[in-house]
């Protein structure tokens, strides 16, 4: 490449895409990479203050020019569930879903992709639900050229420590909810809680194949959830009866059942009386009334992850803490805002 003077440009190439940005309009490229320069494009390209122009001459041995250095980064940080187009655009590629799923991201090797020179990798926050075509990621280099071993060592890196984005699908899980409390099973009041929970397991491709009322009696729920096991559940959802008053026994029942209890309590507001036991590989969860009643709670983020198949640990929860208060936005956005995404 060589620079050159804009009115001496005319039959040569340039070697970049040029933007053309009009407040309150647009933002587009107005001149792509590979563009032989024409003479009626002298007035447009010194209205976009390019003085000078980089032009194709002879590019140097062991560089890489911007696009195909692009085109080499997303091919190696590309995992399973993530496709991204040939054709960058100002130097950069986008990543996205290749369908509806969880994406999940190495954040130990982003840091170590971004820390070699000249190579800029952002993405979305790791571990949320994401729909299919969705941008999970962009990459491009800053200088129109790099020296190939950078760009070496992002693939090498990929091959010894990826894949750096995955999205991991929803499978069509069968879920059972058994909801709890005494003044539900007497029609005393409406069960709210069932039809939360099939709209959302529903919006994750999941269905509901069980589904009952019971008393706050530990016994009874326990036998719920051994019914809604043998009917096939591949996830339990028990609702209510979690909080610390006496009249609330679900805890108890849960232990009952589950071979492991992972956590009772969590730093998750709302949500803190959330639980999780798992008996065998189905997750049994014990959901507070929140979940009912909150346009986001620890239940959106805790089940895409188990309906991706994750098995979670203590350590998953404690980690949510930063960034587990949802500031009650008056206009919610979840999930695009900050909370769970410490």
């Known amino acids: 490449m060589k620079s ?3 009115e001496q440009a005319v039959g040569l190439t340039i070697c970049h895409d040029i933007t053309e940005i009009i407040a309150g309009e647009h933002k587009k490229v107005a001149f792509k990479r590979g563009h032989v320069v024409r003479q009626e494009d002298i007035p447009h390209l010194l209205r976009l203050g390019k003085e000078n122009l980089f032009v194709w001459s ?4 062991g560089m890489v020019h911007e696009d195909d250095a692009a085109r080499r980064i997303a091919a190696a940080i590309c995992g399973p569930g993530v496709v991204y187009s040939d054709s960058p655009t100002e130097g950069r590629i986008n990543l996205k879903a290749e369908f509806q799923g969880l994406f999940v991201l190495n954040l130990d090797l982003l840091e170590a992709m971004n820390d070699i020179q000249d190579v800029t990798i ?7 639900e994401v729909s299919n075509g969705q941008v999970l990621a962009g990459t491009r280099v800053i200088p129109l050229c790099v020296p190939e071993e950078r760009i070496a060592a992002v693939e090498r890196l990929s091959r010894e420590q990826g894949p750096l984005l995955t999205v991991l699908p929803f499978p069509k899980m069968k879920v059972g909810v058994v909801t709890t409390g005494s003044e539900v099973f007497h029609g005393r009041i409406k069960d709210g ?9 529903a919006d ?3 269905e509901l194949v069980f589904t009952t009322i019971v008393p706050d009696e530990p016994g009874a729920t326990a036998a719920a959830i051994r019914e809604a096991l043998a009917a096939g559940a591949e996830m339990v959802a028990v609702t209510g009866g979690m909080s610390v008053d006496p009249d609330d026994k679900t805890p108890a029942a849960i232990k009952e059942v589950c071979d492991e209890v992972v956590i009772y309590g969590t730093p998750v507001f ?6 999780l036991g798992y008996y065998g590989e189905v997750p049994v969860m014990g959901l507070p009334g929140c979940v009912m009643y909150s346009r986001a709670s620890i239940f959106d983020l805790i089940a895409p992850r188990l309906l991706a198949g994750q098995r979670l640990a203590r ?28």
């Not at 803490?321 to 805002?337: F, K, S």
């Open 4 to 6: 050159i003077p804009t």
């Open 58 to 61: 002879e590019q140097a041995e």
């Open 122 to 128: 952002a993405t979305v926050q790791t571990l949320r």
């Open 193 to 201: 809680f069932t039809p939360v929970l099939r709209r959302k397991f």
């Open 204 to 206: 994750w491709g999941s």
């Open 270 to 275: 709302p949500g803190a009386m959330f639980m």
């Open 315 to 342: 350590r998953d929860f404690t980690r949510l803490a930063h960034g587990g208060l949802c500031p009650q936005c008056p206009d919610c956005r979840y999930p695009n805002c900050m909370f769970g995404r410490g």
